[in-house]
């Protein structure tokens, strides 16, 4: 059975730093793009960030670049997201999600974890 | 970048209704790489259909979609209870090759 199960969520104030972790199992990561998607609260899904299997590709939403960082470990079975300089705007729910095979776009998705980011 | 605007916002219907879902694209999606999600309050989105009319895996027929272009529509032939939520379009084509929609509410009437 796919997992995804997110961790590293939390209160931090503004300009601060975070690191988000998904565990991954039930299927082969290293095979497989992952993608970060965000939610505000009571606002719709963003996406955030994505990165290839391995690692080749890495791309960002605008209102990210340059202060989030996604990165993966194969051997470890884990995405993550580094959040640095964070602004109220970030705060939300962040979910990693699993690119599918043959084009499927995002065919699992985990619990999500809640980021705040507030003084 | 490519804007999706979904319509309506609510969408109030009974069980055993139809309920029709819209999207369309600021400009062309890229081989119908479109998809649309269901999201039920405090769960994970759930893929309902991709490359703009192609079921995910254990998704029932009665949910099917339809489109090309700009114009992208979901179709509910016949509304369950547990079909009441928020629905998302999503292209996936395109640089900054991702971008949703602001969803759809469908509500029981």
């Known amino acids: 059975e796919v997992q995804l199960v997110e961790s590293g969520g939390g209160l931090v104030k503004p300009g601060g730093s975070l690191r988000l972790s998904c565990a991954a199992s039930?299927?082969?990561?290293?095979?497989?793009?992952m993608n970060w998607v965000r939610q505000a609260p009571g606002k719709g899904l963003e996406w955030v960030s994505s990165i290839s299997s391995s690692s080749s590709y890495i791309y960002y939403a605008d209102s990210v670049k340059g202060r989030f960082t996604i990165s993966r470990d194969n051997a470890k079975n884990s995405l993550y997201l580094q959040m640095n300089s964070l602004r109220a705007e970030d705060t939300a729910v962040y979910y990693c999600?699993?690119?599918?095979?043959?084009?499927?776009?995002?065919?699992?998705w985990g619990q999500g974890t809640l980021v705040t980011v507030s003084s | 970048e490519i804007v999706l605007t979904q319509s309506p916002g609510t969408l109030s219907l009974s069980p055993g209704e139809r309920a029709t879902l819209s999207c369309r694209a600021s400009?062309?999606?890229?081989?119908?790489?479109l998809a649309w999600y269901q999201q039920k309050p405090g769960q994970a989105p759930r893929l309902l259909i991709y490359?703009?009319?192609s079921r995910a895996t254990g998704i029932p027929d009665r949910f099917s979609g339809s489109g090309s272009g700009t114009d992208f529509t979901l179709t509910i032939s016949r509304l369950e209870p547990e079909d009441f939520a928020v629905y998302y379009c999503?292209?996936?084509?395109?640089?900054?090759?991702?971008?949703f929609g602001q969803g759809t509410r469908l509500e029981i009437k």
């Open positions: 400009q062309s999606v890229s081989s119908s790489y």
């Open positions: 999600a699993r690119e599918g095979p043959f084009g499927i776009p995002f065919d699992y």
């Open positions: 490359g703009a009319s």
């Open positions: 039930g299927f082969t990561f290293s095979s497989y793009s």
């Open positions: 999503q292209q996936y084509g395109s640089s900054p090759r991702i971008t």
